[in-house]
């Protein structure tokens, strides 16, 4: 992450506070350290108590403060996040998948309302903040909100969803200069997809259609987000860029 992060002016979001949820792990963890080593006061946060006090011991991480917050609990979102006093950037980074589960309506439910309802529940608690800074939103898509995946219903639908609801929220945002993006990730090895890439013939697959002819790592999206919440980023609202190594595009 070195050298995505000496790419940026070392104090690019000083003074400023971002929040990220799902970020006690994989993609939402990257996405903090990214921040916090930018000069932001970063809040982290995740559902594992267990993780939580895990991750509080490791001196890599003490420039992150990490907070236990479900996003499924409105109620706790709309208590949390006003004591944050000041928001400069909302990271919705929380997801889950439930392969072939998916197909049983509970499981169903509850990959919709983590992948894609906690990010409108939080970038709506998050609203009076982000309009007092004029900061921004950034989504997290997925290669699966344009390709399809027949073990991953519930996955596929809650990523297309947020390509929409990132539209959306951008227009109703945009008049107090709150920007809305998003970005789509594709392959990048966390535990989510160990059970592709750690297998050799699956993971050949990917880097054969892979524009790249690699996976991604979680540091491949950091430096999107980074440009996305920086003034480098004033006019672009309302999209969701891909971070995929051209996976979408190619062809077998």
Partial sequence: MKDILNTFRKDLFAGQKVLVSGATSGIGLAIAQGFAGMGAEVIATGTSRAKIDKLVTD?????????????RD???????????????VLVNAAGIVKPDDEFNEDAYMDVIDVNLNSAMR??????PLLKQSKGAVINTASMLSYLADDRVPAYC????GIVGLTRALAHKFGPDGIRVNSIAPGYHKTTMTEDIWSVPELAGKIVHRTALKRWGTVDD??????????PAAL??????LPVDGGYVN???
């Fill in 59 to 71: 001196p890599a991480l003490s420039g992150i403060r990490f907070e236990q917050l479900d996003g």
């Fill in 74 to 88: 409105r109620a706790a979102i709309d208590r949390f996040v006003p004591t944050l006093g000041q928001l400069s």
């Fill in 122 to 127: 939080f970038a709506m608690a998050a609203y």
């Fill in 157 to 160: 639908a809650s990523k297309t």
């Fill in 221 to 230: 999206l950091v430096g999107t987000c980074l440009f996305l919440a920086s």
């Fill in 235 to 240: 006019y672009v609202t309302g999209t969701t």
């Fill in 250 to 252: 190619g062809g077998w």
